[in-house]
């Protein structure tokens, strides 16, 4: 069983930065691609950002290009997510997910870390 593990979420202030964390942890696991996802109360959980394991292509979602950044550990099944310049828009729980190379949708998922910028 693969799990995921976020951590790095808070409270913060308009402009500032966060760093989220996500391990995957288990049985042998390689992802095809990891992401994390965002949702607000009363909203979908939509994609924010998403990191191909193979060759490190990266995908952001308009509201945060430019702003937020996903990476990954060179060697161990960690993707991370940094966001500056943080805007209230921005609060939300974020969730880690991971896909392996046998599936085509979001199979492991995190429990979320919450996210909240206040003005």
């Known amino acids: 069983q693969v799990q995921l593990v976020e951590s790095g979420g808070g409270s913060v202030q308009t402009g500032s930065s966060l760093r989220l964390s996500c391990e995957a942890s288990?049985?042998?696991?390689?992802?095809?691609?990891m992401a994390w996802f965002r949702q607000s109360p009363g909203k979908d959980r939509d994609l924010v950002a998403r990191i191909r394991w193979p060759n490190g292509e990266t995908f952001y979602a308009d509201s945060v290009k430019g702003r937020f950044s996903i990476s990954k550990h060179k060697t161990r099944n960690t993707v991370y997510l940094q966001l500056s310049s943080l805007e209230t828009e921005d609060s939300g729980v974020y969730y880690c997910?991971?896909?392996?190379?046998?599936?085509?949708?979001?199979?492991?998922w995190g429990q979320g870390t919450q996210v909240t910028v206040s003005s």
């Open positions: 288990g049985r042998t696991f390689t992802p095809y691609a």
């Open positions: 997910a991971a896909r392996s190379y046998s599936s085509t949708d979001w199979t492991y």
